[in-house]
């Protein structure tokens, strides 16, 4: 069984994507982090995301050992980064091999990201679009951030998210987009908790 689960910067399918594979005792694997580990190989080695050479090198050298440190991949700078390596063709079929592997072990997964119903894998048992506002967004964002120590500005997260949605809607190759047999979930209004009950039932529904 494979679950696809696309949306958006901090639409809520991560903690969702969790849960859901907990539920159906399922394997997790979160895509961004393979971009974010891509992206920080780059910056680490003293590299620049905006050189095709340096983003390949580290796309093609990506192992699975490089998403252990995820608080270091979770820095707000590394999805920044994230966002522009992973608007590389070539970057993207280097890290494409590494989710279908993922995908393929019984007795299946929960793949989160932004091409997983559309690209990865398009004949997914279930897919799931969550969508929340920007607004929504980045308050999400930023509460995270101030609880984590930052003093992100609120307006400073909701211009990063704006961004990183546009480069992410507007890119050539995989763009974020739902799937035309996804359903999809707005998470403005709801709590984890009605969030994650509204999923199962679309999933339940899709079987
Ligand atoms: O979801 P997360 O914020 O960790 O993803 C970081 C970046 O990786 C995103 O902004 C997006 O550009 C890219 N990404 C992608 N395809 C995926 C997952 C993430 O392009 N399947």
């Given at each position: 069984?494979?679950?696809?689960?696309?949306?958006?910067?901090a639409?809520?399918?991560?903690?969702?994507?969790?849960?859901?594979a907990?539920?159906?005792?399922?394997?997790?694997?979160?895509t961004?982090?393979?971009?974010r580990?891509?992206?920080?190989?780059?910056?680490?080695?003293?590299?620049?995301v905006?050189?095709?050479?340096?983003?390949?090198?580290?796309?093609k050298?990506?192992?699975?050992a490089?998403?252990?440190?995820?608080?270091a991949?979770?820095?707000p700078?590394?999805g920044?980064?994230?966002?522009?390596?992973?608007?590389?063709?070539?970057v993207?079929s280097?890290?494409l091999?590494f989710?279908?592997?993922?995908?393929?072990?019984?007795?299946?997964?929960?793949?989160?990201?932004?091409?997983?119903g559309?690209?990865?894998?398009?004949?997914?048992?279930?897919?799931?679009?969550?969508?929340?506002?920007?607004?929504?967004?980045?308050e999400?964002?930023?509460?995270?951030?101030v609880?984590?120590?930052?003093?992100?500005?609120?307006?400073?997260?909701l211009?990063?998210?704006?961004?990183?949605?546009a480069?992410d809607?507007?890119?050539?190759?995989s763009p974020?987009?739902?799937?035309?047999?996804?359903?999809?979930?707005?998470?403005?209004?709801?709590?984890?908790e009605?969030?994650?009950?509204?999923?199962?039932?679309?999933?339940?529904?899709?079987q």
């Amino acid at each position: 069984m494979i679950i696809a689960i696309d949306g958006p910067a901090a639409s809520g399918k991560g903690t969702l994507a969790k849960r859901i594979a907990a539920h159906f005792g399922l394997r997790r694997l979160d895509t961004g982090l393979l971009y974010r580990a891509v992206a920080r190989a780059v910056l680490e080695s003293g590299g620049d995301v905006e050189d095709p050479g340096h983003r390949r090198d580290a796309a093609k050298r990506l192992d699975a050992a490089a998403l252990r440190d995820e608080a270091a991949l979770r820095q707000p700078g590394v999805g920044e980064a994230a966002s522009i390596v992973a608007a590389d063709p070539e970057v993207r079929s280097a890290v494409l091999a590494f989710q279908r592997d993922f995908a393929a072990v019984p007795p299946g997964a929960v793949l989160d990201g932004r091409d997983i119903g559309t690209v990865v894998c398009p004949c997914a048992d279930a897919k799931l679009f969550v969508t929340a506002s920007a607004e929504a967004r980045a308050e999400r964002r930023w509460r995270e951030m101030v609880a984590g120590g930052s003093d992100a500005a609120p307006e400073q997260v909701l211009a990063d998210i704006r961004r990183r949605d546009a480069r992410d809607t507007s890119r050539a190759v995989s763009p974020l987009r739902p799937a035309d047999d996804a359903h999809l979930l707005d998470t403005t209004d709801l709590d984890i908790e009605a969030a994650f009950r509204a999923a199962v039932d679309l999933i339940s529904g899709s079987q």
